[in-house]
């Protein structure tokens, strides 16, 4: 991810990011996510990514340490809801 966002210069609009477990070494390890305004992410529960701790809490204090205000919820509804929840980051 910081490959491709540090080939652009301007500031970015929005950051989706359904990457299927990706998203939690983009939204715990990238140094290039200050230059994005907004931020929208579906967060797969239940990962084991490399030596990553996944934890959303961990993502929302990186998230808000960077600058944005960061909001959460459920994605959905039955037996395996909890293992999907959307983020929202919006830099203050």
């Given amino acids: 991810l910081d490959t491709w966002l540090s080939g652009v210069a301007e500031e970015f609009e929005i950051l989706k990011l359904d990457c299927e477990g990706g998203e939690w070494g983009a939204l715990l390890l990238s ?3 200050k230059r994005c305004k907004r931020i929208l992410a579906e967060i797969h529960h239940g990962m084991t990514v490399k030596s990553l701790e996944c ?3 961990k993502v929302k204090t990186r998230l808000e340490s ?3 205000e960061v909001d959460t919820w459920c994605a959905g509804e039955g037996p395996n809801a909890h293992l999907n929840s959307q983020l929202e980051a919006r830099r203050r």
């Fill in 31 to 33: 140094k290039e996510l």
């Fill in 55 to 57: 934890d959303i809490e």
């Fill in 66 to 68: 960077l600058g944005f």
